[in-house]
């Protein structure tokens, strides 16, 4: 039997920074009940007021899901995950700065679920 030398498979590669996508725009999307009672008690904002960014995100999710489709089929995904990976960080890094409601909707409930929905199930 011949000795092969040893070659990395590229496949684990894939794999690993797929889970590791997955785990972040997933996880951004279902942490945010964590994050409820704080974001709450910090704004002193009402549970319906700041339910609002939940739902809005959720929305957007369902919004976003076919045009992600399109996009990817159109574009693939080694342009169109990497585009949603700094969506989704402009929308976290955006979401530090607020001062008002409609910012908190603006940057969880519609930057923030458009990068997480482009880079998750699709």
Same mark, same amino acid.
């Given at each position: %039997?011949?000795?092969? =030398? ?6 684990? *590669?894939?794999?690993?920074? @797929? ?11 279902? @942490?945010?009940?964590? /994050?409820? #009672? ?7 904002? !009402? &549970? #319906?007021?700041?339910?609002? #960014?939940?739902?809005?995100? %959720?929305? %957007?999710? !369902? ?11 159109? /574009?693939?995904? &080694?342009?169109?995950? =990497?585009?949603?990976? *700094? ?5 976290? #890094?955006?979401?530090?700065?607020? @001062?008002? %409601?409609?910012?908190?909707? /603006?940057? *969880?409930? *519609?930057?923030?679920?458009?990068? !997480? ?6």
């Amino acid at each position: %039997m011949r000795n092969k =030398p040893y070659r990395f498979y590229y496949g684990w *590669v894939i794999v690993i920074a @797929s889970f590791l996508t997955l785990f972040l725009a997933i996880g951004t999307r279902s @942490s945010f009940g964590l /994050f409820f #009672a704080a974001i709450q008690e910090e704004y002193g904002w !009402s &549970r #319906a007021e700041t339910a609002v #960014a939940f739902s809005l995100m %959720m929305i %957007m999710h !369902s919004l976003m899901a076919p045009i992600t489709g399109i996009l990817i089929d159109r /574009f693939g995904p &080694r342009i169109l995950f =990497p585009l949603a990976g *700094v969506i989704l960080s402009l929308g976290l #890094a955006l979401s530090s700065l607020i @001062s008002e %409601m409609w910012h908190f909707y /603006f940057c *969880v409930g *519609v930057i923030t679920a458009i990068g !997480s929905n482009m880079t998750s199930y699709a």
